[in-house]
């Protein structure tokens, strides 16, 4: 019997809005695994809590913003970050129970090294989901509207009216989200 090791980091990148986080959380859920989010500045501190809570999945969000091509970057800022997102990485290798999983919108833009063997090997493109997979998704979405509480307070409405009130609600919920998007600029 051929014994197949997991991978110990994978790259998640698809555009904005597709699941990557939610993905990522998801797994540590069914595996029953920590799960730490690290964003920008939090690199060395979340990465040093791996070891006391293992079996972990670490998951770092945007990580083209942490870790930039290195050549790219407008100053030695970064680069300390870059390197030392390299060596916690690397210093997984021998630990089979922390799996490191990255998401960026924009794979073009992460430092090619964390995409080498051994860091971010593999990658898992999160596509735009089909008629079917965003038919699956409304119930997700729906699960807090009071349907019957709608249904109580739209006396006289007849199938007809079911179309034009529902695109009014998704209207009045665009605009509430772009109103509280540009209130917390």
Same mark, same amino acid.
């Not at 986080?21 to 998801?26: E, K, P, Q, S």
């Not at 990255?102 to 430092?111: C, K, L």
């Not at 898992?124 to 989901?129: A, L, N």
């Given at each position: 019997?051929?014994?197949?090791?997991?991978?110990?980091?994978?790259?998640?990148? @698809?555009? *904005?809005? %597709?699941?990557? +986080?939610?993905?990522?959380?998801?797994?540590?859920?069914?595996? @029953?695994?920590?799960?730490?989010?690290?964003?920008?500045? !939090?690199?060395?501190?979340?990465?040093?809590?791996? !070891?006391?809570?293992?079996?972990?999945?670490?998951?770092?969000?945007?990580?083209?913003?942490?870790?930039?091509?290195?050549?790219?970057?407008?100053?030695?800022?970064?680069?300390?970050?870059?390197?030392?997102?390299? %060596?916690?990485?690397? @210093?997984?290798?021998?630990?089979?129970?922390?799996?490191?999983?990255?998401?960026?919108?924009? *794979?073009?833009?992460?430092?090619?090294?964390?995409?080498?063997?051994?860091?971010?090997?593999?990658?898992?493109?999160?596509?735009?989901?089909? *008629? %079917?997979?965003?038919?699956?998704?409304?119930?997700?979405?729906?699960?807090?509207?009071?349907?019957?509480?709608?249904?109580?307070? +739209?006396?006289?409405?007849?199938?007809?009216?079911? @179309? *034009?009130?529902?695109?009014?609600?998704?209207?009045?919920?665009?605009?509430?989200?772009?109103?509280?998007?540009?209130?917390?600029?």
């Amino acid at each position: 019997m051929v014994q197949v090791k997991s991978p110990r980091s994978i790259l998640m990148f @698809g555009p *904005p809005g %597709t699941g990557k +986080t939610l993905i990522a959380r998801a797994v540590a859920n069914e595996t @029953g695994a920590f799960s730490f989010l690290i964003k920008g500045h !939090e690199v060395t501190s979340k990465m040093a809590t791996r !070891e006391k809570n293992s079996p972990a999945i670490i998951f770092i969000d945007e990580v083209d913003s942490i870790a930039p091509k290195r050549q790219k970057t407008n100053g030695e800022v970064k680069r300390p970050v870059v390197l030392q997102l390299l %060596t916690l990485i690397d @210093g997984l290798k021998a630990r089979s129970n922390v799996v490191v999983k990255g998401a960026t919108n924009r *794979p073009n833009f992460v430092d090619p090294g964390l995409c080498r063997l051994g860091r971010f090997d593999r990658e898992d493109v999160i596509g735009i989901p089909d *008629p %079917t997979g965003r038919l699956k998704s409304l119930p997700i979405h729906t699960r807090s509207i009071k349907l019957a509480m709608i249904s109580a307070d +739209t006396h006289g409405y007849v199938d007809f009216n079911a @179309g *034009p009130l529902c695109s009014e609600a998704a209207m009045q919920r665009i605009l509430k989200t772009i109103q509280s998007a540009l209130a917390r600029r």
